[in-house]
């Protein structure tokens, strides 16, 4: 038995008990035994770490991979299932097409999904079955040629870039291409400079920024969001369309009005759009003004040494880095001025000294057992996970059942990735929202607001859901 130390970038709270929950769903037949049978492959002969099990060591708690020297024949690799339904895809609530001309609109969310694509005994936390396979798999099937392949898999095994390499491993073994020799299977790859103890004061403890905690100071963060829950018990979760025509158009003219304001052209992405569309709405119910932290995921992958090149596409455990924008946020806080806070955010974040920084921030947290919650006291805090341009390498064409049907040079099949980490009976989600996919028609995102505030967007999109006022 092979035992592996789990690192502290992938073991900080709340992701060491998260299994994050995917669902790709594909415009085609699939064929079910083709992909088990790649997978296996992948598993037992190439990247053996993915059918490891997570262990907590008796003497003092710390987390570490047990992988079998070899697989003997009764070792679950992996937890395979598979459904067909008697019905088209329309029926679970998930719309064929989403015309780009009706604008932005509410739809299901990941949460009303799970009966359909999920199994009932799937654990939703790793504390609900520890000792389970790590990969969960669910294919389902419908008579519109519609699969949906579901994943679990615990985010202190790896975060959606990770898994979209899973994904791209897997695929490729069904075309014949091999996948490279796995990155980061037993050593740190994460950048680590100096020790936390190393830094001046005035380099780790940066307000509005992740940093470690004094006594006490997590407890004030926890009590305001407490005191939020309390005057606003029930929440809403939806996934929100919004079609790229209208990202775009809001860029432009939001980066014609911050030129203006600021004399220099600020750069904004379409996430900075995204991002200030889901702040806005997460936020709409308000009347007052409070200093907000504004988090945003930044994937590391091809921005320090060890992740360059070929490497990035062979990592999966975590490697994430986050960027904050410290703010004051009230009701006519613009877009704009919300994606150009955004942007300011990130690019400081994305500077070498800050990424080293924050990974010393990181392990320090882990060592001393504290969540990693970037909020000031009694402030409000929003974090946005933007996974769009993760799945774009992503094709499905060589296990379209048929494959006679497939035309050589044909169009890859059409999928979208809907998804969520948090435990969908009892988590709280008002304060993270995620830009799961991006398709040819628009983003896909996924917010909860408190039950008036989201009535407030519906309202709002049913005037403007070209968000030409937003």
């Known amino acids: 038995m092979e035992v592996i130390p789990v690192l502290p970038t992938d073991r900080h709270k709340p992701i060491d008990n998260i299994r994050t929950r995917t669902f790709f769903i594909v415009d085609e037949q699939l064929d079910e035994d083709t992909l088990r049978n790649a997978l296996d492959r992948l598993v037992r002969d190439h990247w053996r770490k993915l059918g490891a099990r997570l262990f907590k060591r008796p003497r003092d708690g710390v987390l570490e991979w047990h992988l079998p020297k070899t697989f003997d024949e009764n070792y679950a690799l992996f937890r395979w299932s598979s459904k067909e339904y008697d019905h088209s895809i ?14 932005a609109v509410l739809l299901p969310s990941p949460e009303a999904l799970d009966k359909w694509f999920r199994p009932s005994d799937w654990p939703f936390e790793q504390k609900d079955e520890p000792d389970a396979p790590l990969l969960h798999v669910h ?22 870039w990770g898994l979209a390499n899973i994904m791209k491993a897997w695929l490729g073994l069904t075309k014949g291409e091999l996948p490279p020799v796995m990155v980061g299977f037993n050593e740190d790859v994460i950048p680590k400079g100096k020790e936390y103890s190393e830094y001046k004061k005035e380099e780790i403890v940066r307000k509005g920024r992740m940093r470690v905690r004094r ?3 997590y407890f004030m963060i926890i009590l305001g969001m407490i005191l939020d829950l309390i005057l606003r018990p029930n929440e809403e979760n939806h996934s929100l369309f919004v079609p790229v025509l209208v990202v775009e158009s809001l860029k432009e003219r939001h980066t014609k009005v911050l030129k203006e304001k600021y004399g220099t052209d600020p750069g904004l992405t379409n996430g900075d759009i995204l991002t200030g569309v889901l702040t806005k709405f997460s936020q709409i119910h308000r009347t007052s003004k ?16 060890m992740l360059e090149g070929d490497n990035a596409d062979a ?20 877009v704009a001025e919300i994606a150009y806070q955004n942007r300011l955010a990130l690019k400081e974040a994305l500077s070498p000294k800050d990424i080293e920084i924050s990974m010393a921030v990181v392990r320090e947290m882990v060592r001393l057992g504290q969540g990693i919650l970037t909020c000031e006291p009694f402030g409000r805090l929003y974090f ?26 044909s169009r890859r099949p059409k999928f979208l990735v809907l998804g969520e980490g948090r435990d969908s009976t009892r988590s709280v989600g008002r304060f993270i929202a995620t830009i799961m996919c991006k398709t040819e028609e628009g983003y896909w995102c996924n917010l909860a607001i408190p039950v008036k505030g989201m009535k407030m967007v ?3 999109l049913k005037k403007d859901p070209m968000l030409k006022l937003l």
């Open 215 to 217: 006594t006490g100071e």
């Open 458 to 460: 519906e309202e709002y």
């Open 384 to 409: 946005v996970a933007n996974w769009s341009s993760v799945w774009r390498p992503l094709d499905f064409t060589s296990v379209v059942k048929g494959q006679e049907k497939v035309k050589e040079g």
């Open 290 to 305: 409070r200093k907000m932290s504004l988090g945003q995921t930044v994937n590391l992958r091809r921005r320090v040494p």
């Open 139 to 160: 294919m389902s099937t419908f008579t519109d040629d519609t699969t949906v392949i579901a994943i679990s898999c615990p985010h202190i095994f790896g975060d959606q």
């Open 90 to 103: 329309d029926k679970t609530g998930l719309p064929k097409t989403t015309p780009p001309e009706l604008g």
């Open 315 to 334: 990592f999966i455990h975590n490697s994430l880095h986050c960027s904050t924008a410290y703010f004051k946020m009230e009701p006519s806080t613009t």
